[in-house]
T-cell receptor
Framework: KAGVTQTPRYLIKTRGQQVTLSCSPI?????VSWYQQTPGQGLQFLFE???????NKGNFPGRFSGRQFSNSRSEMNVSTLELGDSALYLC?????????????FGPGTRLTVL | AQSVTQLDSQVPVFEEAPVELRCNYS??????LFWYVQYPNQGLQLLLK??????LVKGINGFEAEFNKSQTSFHLRKPSVHISDTAEYFC????????????FGQGTTLQVKP
C-alpha cells in the first residue's frame, strides 16, 4: 500500500507570492489533516478535511486555506507569503479521522520564503 | 482545552543505556495519547498509542510507554538505545470531539552517543 505522498518536496518562493501544496492520502483514507512545523512553534495544526468538508481549523490567518477533492486528495494554499511562513508542511491521513485512528504522515513539503 | 508538555528539549544518552522521554498532558476529557518519531528530513512515524485498557503500551523498535492518569503523564522508555534511535520524538494527544486533529508537544531530541 502506497504511503501518503506530498508534492512538491521543496519549494522556494518570494514574499507576496502564493503557493499551493498537494497531498495524496493512503488509498481508502477519507480524512486529511495539515500541520505546519517550525523550529520555534513546533507542530501546529492547520486544518482537517473529511469527505470534502473542512471539519476543523487551527488558529491561522485566512491566508491559509485548503480543500479536498472527491478522491480525498487535498491541497493547501497560502496567499501573500510572508517570511514567517517558511516551514515544513506536513500532511496526515487517516481512515475515518476519529480520535483513535492512526494518523499516517507524509514526508512533508519544505517551503522557503525569501 | 488539551495541551502537551514535553519536559526535555534534548536528551543525550550513550549507546546501550536506558532512556526515558517525559510527556505530560492536560485534558478535561478522556484522551488518546500517541508518541511519534521523526528522523531527519522525514515525516512522522507512529511509535505507539494509548487508547484504553492496559496502561503499559508497547510499540515498535523496542519502545514502551506508561499511561498514568493520576499524574497525567505518558512517558516513553527504552531499556537500551542504539545510534539509530537518534531522532526527534513527539508526544501528542487527540483533539476533542470527532476529529483526527492531534495536539503535539514541542518535541524531544534524543541524541545517542557511541
Amino acid at each position: 500500500k502506497a504511503g501518503v505522498t506530498q508534492t512538491p518536496r521543496y519549494l522556494i518562493k518570494t514574499r507576496g507570492q502564493q503557493v499551493t501544496l498537494s497531498c495524496s492520502p493512503i488509498s481508502g483514507h477519507r480524512s486529511v489533516s495539515w500541520y505546519q512545523q517550525t523550529p520555534g512553534q513546533g507542530l501546529q495544526f492547520l486544518f482537517e478535511y473529511f469527505s470534502e468538508t473542512q471539519r476543523n481549523k487551527g488558529n491561522f490567518p485566512g491566508r491559509f486555506s485548503g480543500r479536498q477533492f472527491s478522491n480525498s486528495r487535498s491541497e493547501m494554499n497560502v496567499s501573500t507569503l510572508e517570511l514567517g511562513d517558511s516551514a515544513l508542511y506536513l500532511c496526515a491521513s487517516s481512515r475515518l479521522g476519529n480520535q483513535n485512528n492512526e494518523q499516517f504522515f507524509g514526508p512533508g513539503t519544505r517551503l522557503t520564503v525569501l | 482545552a488539551q495541551s502537551v508538555t514535553q519536559l526535555d528539549s534534548q536528551v543525550p544518552v550513550f549507546e546501550e543505556a536506558p532512556v526515558e522521554l517525559r510527556c505530560n498532558y492536560s485534558s478535561s476529557v478522556s484522551v488518546y495519547l500517541f508518541w511519534y518519531v521523526q528522523y531527519p528530513n522525514q515525516g512522522l512515524q507512529l511509535l505507539l498509542k494509548y487508547l484504553s485498557g492496559s496502561t503499559l503500551v508497547k510499540g515498535i523498535n523496542g519502545f514502551e510507554a506508561e499511561f498514568n492518569k493520576s499524574q497525567t503523564s505518558f512517558h516513553l522508555r527504552k531499556p537500551s538505545v542504539h545510534i539509530s534511535d537518534t531522532a526527534e520524538y513527539f508526544c501528542a494527544v487527540s483533539g476533542s470531539g470527532n476529529t483526527g486533529k492531534l495536539i503535539f508537544g514541542q518535541g524531544t531530541t534524543l541524541q545517542v552517543k557511541p
